[in-house]
Nanobody, 124 residues
Framework: QVLLVESGGGLVQPGESLRLSCAASRIAFSIYDMAWYRQAPGKQRELVASITTNMNTTQYSTQYVDSVKGRFAISRDDPKSTVYLQMNSLKPEDTAVYYC?????????????WGQGAQVTVSS
């Protein structure tokens, strides 16, 4: 059974930083595109940041939702099967449950795995 376990959430004040981690097990991590989503109370889940594999290129490719550009950074450590989300200059509107996602489509497979979520609360 595939496991994605998020950690690093918590309560911080506006302007502070947090780093979320998502450790994956029982998957070939390096072939999966990874992403962080978030869901605030009463709102739909939204894609925050994504990072591709480097299978076909020499670099990973990242994308961010406009509201976090310049503040958040996604990265991955394939040997550790872990993806990170560094969140700086946090704002109250960043408050949400953050979910890790692993996705692979190819070779007749369509895999889409989710973690259990990590609560991030930004409040003074």
């Amino acid at each position: 059974q595939v496991l994605l376990v998020e950690s690093g959430g918590g309560l911080v004040q506006p302007g502070e930083s947090l780093r979320l981690s998502c450790a994956a097990s029982r998957i070939a991590f390096s072939i999966y595109d990874m992403a962080w989503y978030r869901q605030a109370p009463g709102k739909q889940r939204e894609l925050v940041a994504s990072i591709t594999t480097n299978m076909n290129t020499t670099q990973y490719s990242t994308q961010y939702v406009d509201s976090v550009k310049g503040r958040f950074a996604i990265s991955r450590d394939d040997p550790k099967s872990t993806v990170y989300l560094q969140m700086n200059s946090l704002k109250p509107e960043d408050t949400a449950v953050y979910y890790c996602n692993a996705k692979f489509v190819g070779s007749g497979l369509n895999h889409d795995f989710w973690g259990q979520g990590a609560q991030v609360t930004v409040s003074s």
